[in-house]
């Protein structure tokens, strides 16, 4: 008879390995370890693309609502649409590019106090 917790070691993915040949301080972390230059690079575009893409989507927003003055009925459905995915794009950007960290650099959450 094999004991459950037995089996369940032999079989638990390491801590410290991970598919794309970086390391994560837990099993749960989803940061990715990437060369230097990769993260100045994603950082520098990421941010760059999710502020240029949120003040488009405002823009948009405001066009759709004449300014926040149209009655309910002459709002711009379509447009007010585009405006908040534009603006959700931005976000969700900026949200993906803070997961890279470059090789090295620590997670403060992870370190003992």
Same mark, same amino acid.
């Given at each position: 008879m094999t004991d459950?917790?037995?089996?369940?070691?032999?079989t638990a993915p390491s801590d410290e390995a991970t598919t794309d040949g970086g390391t994560e301080e837990s099993a749960g972390g989803r940061d990715v370890a990437v060369p230097m230059?990769?993260?100045? @690079? #994603?950082?520098?575009f990421s941010t760059l693309f999710a502020i240029v893409a949120v003040v488009v989507g405002f823009v948009l927003l405001d066009e759709a609502t004449q300014r926040a003055t149209a009655a309910?009925?002459?709002v711009n459905i379509a447009? @007010? #649409?585009a405006g908040l995915l534009t603006i959700a794009t931005g976000a969700g950007t900026y949200a993906f590019s803070t997961r890279f960290r470059a090789a090295g650099m620590g997670n403060?959450?992870?370190?003992?106090?």
């Open positions: 459950a917790s037995d089996a369940s070691d032999s230059h990769v993260y100045k @690079a #994603v950082t520098v309910p009925e002459e447009l @007010a #649409v403060p959450k992870h370190e003992a106090d």
